[in-house]
């Protein structure tokens, strides 16, 4: 059964940082496209980072850059994502997503193909 699991959130204060991590089982991630996305309430799920199977990321969260870093371990199967000066309107329950392989890096939530439960930030003020 393929699963990915979601770890790391968690209560910060502002410019605090958090890491998530992203772990599958079931499947190795090697070949796959690995992406984070946030929501926050009321609001649609947005893509922030994407990391191809070769290792290169793409953006799609204006907000984030500078801020945030995704990076995978594929020794530990394990894609991560460093959530650094954290502001409150980074709160959002983030979740990954794993896109099949041979397929790029994408910011839209119905191109995935296995989703976490997610992992719940909250940054105070």
């Known amino acids: 059964q393929l699963q990915l699991v979601e770890s790391g959130g968690g209560l910060v204060q502002t410019g605090g940082s958090l890491i998530l991590s992203c772990a599958a089982s079931?499947?190795?991630?090697?070949?796959?496209?690995i992406a984070w996305f946030r929501q926050a309430p009321g609001k649609e799920r947005e893509g922030v980072l994407c990391?191809?199977?070769?290792?290169?990321?793409?953006n799609y969260a204006d907000s984030v850059k500078g801020r945030f870093t995704i990076s995978r371990d594929n020794a530990k199967n394990t894609v991560y994502l460093q959530m650094n000066s954290l502001k409150p309107e980074d709160t959002a329950k983030y979740y990954c997503?794993?896109?099949?392989?041979?397929?790029?890096?994408?910011?839209?939530?119905?191109?995935?193909?296995?989703w976490g439960q997610g992992t719940q930030v909250t940054v105070s003020s």
């Open positions: 990391i191809s199977s070769g290792g290169g990321s793409t």
């Open positions: 079931g499947f190795t991630l090697d070949y796959y496209t």
């Open positions: 997503a794993a896109r099949a392989p041979g397929y790029y890096c994408s910011g839209y939530v119905g191109e995935y193909d296995y």
